[in-house]
């Protein structure tokens, strides 16, 4: 019998994911055995460009899809944040499991909250969106680039002095670094990206086993929450090289997202809310959508 194979990059976190995923499988899989496949990406490679300076879509996840489209593994496994939203017709995002931690975490040796820090201290990150919402909030902070897994990045925090750095929150604590999180950052004004926090598996459309066996890790909950995420993202054209944050939640069968797209510098930042039919997402991340461009989110994705 042929094992159930599982692309994922080699990052410690990817790693975890992976290996997450698989323990979740083994018993549904069962007798296949399940297996990681490591798949290098262009981000991977690339350590030291800015991830808009690589055009930012897919940089991540290209090469696992691919190795999906020619054979090499059955079921893709992605940071969702990671995923673009312009489909690729061969494939098929079949389930996302329950969601882990949505927040952006501050990370500081120096200060214990974000608002202590002082005029122009220096801050690491290497998101757009992270970096628009500190600079909506404090345009006083330098912000340099910092790429590289969580380890690299917590290291060049201390090795080059940073005031703090941002990071997401569900990746330190699921790699056992919860005691490095200075504070997690109010998602009222540090909104988390699309897709934050949960886990993408991804299948060939025309693979009907493998799809009925991550099928069995779907959150209903959590599928319905990204799929309007993405869907705002997807009907704003918006991916890793614009600033749009989100939250969401499901309530009594009740879906509400908010959603932010803010300019590169910060300086401008158009916010809105939409609820509805948890069992109509995609329709829901359009609305809302509509609704952020007609208060002026499309001036905004101009700058």
Not at 31 to 40: A, D, G, T
């Amino acid at each position: 019998m042929t094992p159930l194979r599982l692309g994922t990059r080699g990052s410690p976190l990817a790693l975890w994911q992976a290996n997450f995923i698989a323990g979740a499988l083994r018993p549904v899989a069962a007798p296949r055995v399940v297996e990681l496949v490591l798949i290098e990406t262009h981000g991977d490679r690339d350590q030291a460009s800015a991830l808009s300076a690589m055009g930012g879509f897919g940089v991540f996840t290209k090469a696992i899809q691919n190795a999906l489209l020619d054979g090499r593994a059955d079921v893709a496994v992605h940071s969702l944040k990671d995923l673009p939203t312009i489909p690729e017709p061969r494939l098929e995002l079949a389930a996302v499991p329950t969601r882990g931690p949505t927040g952006d975490a501050f990370v500081s040796r120096k200060h214990k909250l974000f608002d202590d820090l002082p005029p122009g201290a220096t801050v690491g990150t290497s998101s757009l969106r992270r970096r628009a919402q500190v600079l909506n909030r404090r345009p006083d902070l330098k912000l340099i680039e910092l790429r590289g897994n969580v380890d690299t990045r917590l290291r060049k925090l201390d090795e080059q002095g940073l005031d703090a750095i941002i990071l997401a929150e569900a990746g330190l604590i699921r790699l056992g670094l919860a005691d490095r999180i200075t504070e997690v950052l109010d998602a009222s004004w540090m909104l988390p990206a699309v897709g934050q926090g949960a886990i993408g598996l991804e299948c060939r459309a025309d693979d009907a086993e493998a799809k009925r066996l991550v099928g069995a890790l779907r959150c209903p909950d959590t599928y319905a929450r990204v799929l309007a995420e993405r869907a705002m993202l997807y009907a704003l054209g918006g991916g890793c090289l614009v600033p749009i944050g989100t939250t969401s939640k499901v309530l009594d069968g009740l879906l509400t997202v908010r959603g932010a797209v803010l300019s590169p510098d910060g300086a401008r930042r158009i916010v809105a809310t939409h609820t509805g039919p948890a069992d109509a997402p995609l329709a829901l991340g359009q609305e809302l959508a509509a609704k952020l461009l007609a208060e002026g989110a499309d001036e905004v994705l101009k700058t």
